[in-house]
């Protein structure tokens, strides 16, 4: 069974730091992408960020320049890092992940979100 562990949300004023981490747990082949979701009270979950297996990168407009996505292949696990946090990012942030279970099968996995809050 293949379960996303995250970690890492609380609460942070304005203009502070949060890490968050995802490790992916079970037996698996190997990952392809991972990526972090967010949703807010009452707002559709929205894409935050994206890194493939080698390590390429993409951002969301409203949070490129302030977070960074990363990823300990050996640890099978992702990390956000999250800098000058604004009160509009916070949310139930979720993180994503394309397994290959072996070869051939394909699965996507959710974690169980981790709360985010950003005080004013």
């Known amino acids: 069974q293949v379960q996303l562990v995250e970690s890492g949300g609380g609460l942070v004023q304005a203009g502070g730091s949060l890490r968050l981490s995802c490790t992916v747990l079970?037996?698996?082949?190997?990952?392809?992408?991972m990526a972090w979701y967010r949703q807010a009270p009452g707002k559709q979950r929205e894409w935050v960020a994206i890194?493939?297996?080698?390590?390429?990168?993409k951002y969301a407009d409203y949070v490129q320049g302030r977070f960074t996505i990363s990823r300990d292949n050996a640890k099978n696990t992702a990390y956000l890092q999250m800098n000058s946090l604004k009160p509009e990012d916070t949310a139930v942030y979720s993180c994503?992940?394309?397994?290959?279970?072996?070869?051939?099968?394909?699965?996507?996995?959710w974690g169980q979100g981790t709360q985010v809050t950003v005080s004013s």
């Open positions: 994503n992940a394309d397994v290959m279970l072996r070869p051939g099968v394909r699965n996507y996995y």
């Open positions: 079970g037996s698996i082949f190997s990952i392809n992408a």
């Open positions: 890194t493939s297996t080698g390590g390429n990168t």
